[in-house]
């Protein structure tokens, strides 16, 4: 099976949870912004968590399913519709071959997650199917999708197989078909204006005592400049104690730092492996899928929390993620 791209879209992207394990040579990671998104589109469509899928940025592309299949969409409301249906999200839904998709408005969020029964059948580029557009690697051709490009589509699940065949008795002539449930939206705890919480960094003593008061206590707005790599804040200027030369050292999805102009840069998925700006913070992971659907103009603030806290929220929402995959199993 492939699907094919009549209409490019904003950003559309091939992404799985990322490229591990080569940072040390100067690959960078890159992998979908909304990880809890996408784990839980391929639970609904019975791929493994780590499946390729796609990652729909603001205005989404037109895509035509050559067969029938199942799918999920996950993360941003970008006003999905097949046929002109508008499509249910957080659930398993049917299409019948021939079928298109496409985006409206954006209602919320950034960033929508579309999981497809087999995975996006890329070929692997050390161990993952993630574009990573900086370098032009892996994903489709290394870009974004463009117009007639052709997407092949792995082998559904058994699972996958029972549900397709369960939803399509259910209709006769219609282009789609959905479970009347949903599951996993409530994981997301995304918000209009969200704090995010942060574990200090590295430099965080650097820093005034009044710029780390600031840096807990004001409003930071996302600026235009900001895209997969980082986010850039603009709002209150954080100031150093006296000025200090810093080594590059190791950074991660959600590191904090902030250059001499003052203003912070959050690390993206398409972070380098080092930076060499002294590091505020670091914000927890649980947070980083509901910093990933903020888009340029959005507001965001900060909250402190120990490692240890941040360790139990991340023990936490893997249970709960576990319970969900055996509750799709179930049903």
Known sequence: MSLRVLRAGMLTTVQDLGRTGFQQYGVIVSGVMD??????ANLLVGNPQQAAGLEITLMGPTLLFEQDTLIAITGA????????????????VWVRAGSQLDFGAPRFGCRACLSIAGGIDVPLVMNSRSTCLPAQLGGYRGRSLLMDDSLPVGSASPQAIQRIRHLAKAVSDQSMSSVTWLAGMDLANYAKEPTIRVIPGSQYDWFTAASQKTFLSETFCISPQSDRMGF???????????????????VTFGTIQVPADGHPIILMADRPTTGGYAKIAQVIAVDLPVLAQMKPGSKVRFQAITLEAARQEFRSREVQIDRLRCGIALN
């Open 35 to 40: 990880s809890l998104s996408l784990r839980i």
């Open 77 to 92: 409301d970008l006003s999905p519709r097949i046929n002109q249906q508008l499509v249910p999200a957080w659930r398993p």
């Open 232 to 250: 850039r804040l603009s709002g209150p200027v954080l100031q150093q104690q006296k000025p200090r030369e810093l080594l590059s050292e190791a």
